[in-house]
């Protein structure tokens, strides 16, 4: 295995768990445990397979179980240098398809009998007491996974990580001075397909710890909470929208063994964060960030106790700072560097920014430019920095809208309403709607319906007349994917359907 050079070697790391701490807990799933050394054998087993059987097949699809042998056949493929490719048993079959095209993958590892299955791994029983992982040379720019997000056309973009970009990004996380080491306990709520999944569970193999993952389920937040109290979680990696999902236990929610809480994938704002910390006395809040672009994650704030000290921009928490082997810019639109308080797109350079999307030679200039040598990602995001150097966002650069020829943040707007309205959980949208045109529409969720006069009342003594919302939609409950977040796009389809 090539020398990472600067960087940790991850899957060295994950090796020397398997010999360092062979009858220590790696997984809890289905209510028991699994050892490293049970891990390491199944690892074995399907290299042996996958040497065996599927010789010439660089891509490999793996349907996300979340069970012993999904993990180890992510970490398997690794081991050989082929590319893991993140299958969705409940996605779409026209976007799986899509996606198995796009990578040439022929051979796809199921541990449960679904369509999509050419090749079942071994089962437990066909297994021997022991088979080697072999050590073969990766090279730092081979592909060792390749993750997919929404595109704005309508399919998916293919993001490739390079073992450099994951060594990079993990040789950062292990360098934020967490301590953290063999006795925590890891939650893992993602979908492998989502980048923070492999920030939940990769660090923990790297250091010998236990991780715990979540039943895929639509109360997944639930199955959070019950892992969060009954085995004491001291790590959780989860989004902001899992935190307000549980707000109505935190009065008597209390969590001492909690160490580390961190949140990204969304935007954090101060207040959940506060009234969060009250739930975990003894524990750090980190709000992390960063596109999927990055490898995983790339930036972070250590949210002070203190309220008086505690940074935001309309009530969402600051980035931070850029995480070590990283460095942010803010660029305008000729990609030229903004000074201090000058509101741009944010723009990150290193070895953990991927190399460019799968087949959008178009869009990768668009999103590539070169500054000093360096090569940069612009990820879409608006940001400015502080006095102090701190990274703080200003929502998205699809979120800047023009109302009556108003440049209108609609982040703002969710401030206002959570200020002004109290309302805890809110998404602003602009529709468009016949004659209608940018129609900004706040949705809230509720088991109340409120009065939509006396809510625009008040925001317009707050907000200038452009900005206050035309229409108030409650929501029951918002829908949310399966990884936590809202899903945006199906309320906005639903208000459509409604007209």
């Known amino acids: ?17 398997f010999r360092l701490y062979p009858d220590r807990n790696a997984l809890y799933i289905g209510g028991r445990f699994y050892s490293f050394k049970e891990l ?25 179980n979340h069970d012993l042998k999904s993990y180890a056949s992510i970490l398997a493929i690794m081991f050989l240098g082929k590319t893991f490719i993140p299958i969705l048993n409940d996605a779409p079959e026209i976007r799986n398809e899509y996606i198995l095209n796009l990578c040439n993958v022929n051979v796809v590892l199921n541990s449960r009998d679904t369509d999509l299955t050419q090749y079942d791994i071994l ?45 990079c990004t993990l040789d950062a996380y292990f360098k934020l001075g967490m301590g953290i080491g063999i006795e925590d306990k ?42 969060l109290l009954r085995h004491e979680i001291s790590i959780a990696t989860m989004v902001p929208t899992t935190l307000h999902l549980l707000r109505p236990y ?62 935001q921009h309309n009530g969402i928490l600051a980035f931070g700072l850029p995480w070590p082997n990283t460095r942010g810019i803010i660029v305008d639109s000729q990609n030229k560097e903004l000074p201090k308080f000058k509101k741009g797109n944010l723009s990150f350079s290193g070895d953990n920014v991927m190399q460019g999307y799968l087949n959008q030679e178009e869009l990768n200039k668009e999103v590539f430019f070169y500054k000093e040598g360096k090569r940069f990602y612009k990820t879409g995001d608006i940001a400015f920095i502080g006095e102090d150097d701190t990274f ?35 998404y602003v949208a602009v529709m468009n709607s016949g004659s209608i045109v940018n129609r900004i529409v706040v949705f809230y969720e509720s088991s109340v319906l409120l009065n939509s006069d006396k ?42 359907n409604e007209s």
């Not at 979120?399 to 809110?426: D, F, M, P």
């Not at 029951?476 to 208000?495: T, V």
């Open 1 to 17: 295995m090539e020398d990472t050079g600067q960087y940790i070697n991850f899957l060295n790391k994950i090796r020397d768990s």
């Open 40 to 64: 390491e054998r199944q690892v074995g087993t399907i290299c042996d397979y996958l040497l065996t059987n599927c010789v010439d097949s660089k891509a490999i699809g793996v349907v996300g």
């Open 123 to 167: 089962t437990p029983d066909s297994m021997v007491d022991r088979v080697v992982i072999p050590e073969l040379i990766i090279n730092q720019e081979d592909i060792l996974s390749v993750l997919f997000t929404s595109g704005t056309t309508g399919v998916p973009k293919g993001v490739p990580y390079t073992f450099k970009n994951i060594n």
């Open 186 to 227: 890891f939650l893992q709520m993602f979908d492998f397909n989502f980048d923070m999944s492999m920030l939940s569970y990769l660090p923990a193999f790297c250091i010998g710890a236990c991780i715990y993952p979540c039943k895929n389920s639509s109360i997944k937040y639930l199955n959070a909470l019950e892992l």
């Open 250 to 311: 935190f009065e008597r929610l209390q969590l001492p063994n909690l160490k580390y809480s961190l949140l990204g994938g969304e935007p954090f704002s101060q207040e959940l964060a506060n009234q969060w910390m009250k739930c975990i006395p003894n524990g750090k809040v980190f709000n992390i960030s960063g596109p999927t672009e990055t490898t995983m994650a790339c930036m972070g704030y250590w949210v002070p106790r203190e309220l008086e000290r505690q940074q």
């Open 392 to 426: 703080y966002t200003c929502g998205r650069s699809d979120n800047q809208v023009k109302i009556n020829g108003y440049k209108v943040e609609l982040s703002e707007v969710e401030h206002a309403c959570r200020t002004y309205l109290k309302l805890s959980n809110v």
């Open 455 to 496: 809510l625009i009342s008040v925001l317009r003594e707050k907000l200038p007349p452009y900005m206050v919302p035309q229409k108030f939609v409650c929501v029951k409950e918002f829908p949310r994917n399966n990884n936590g977040k809202i899903d945006k796009q199906g309320l906005k389809e639903s208000l459509l």
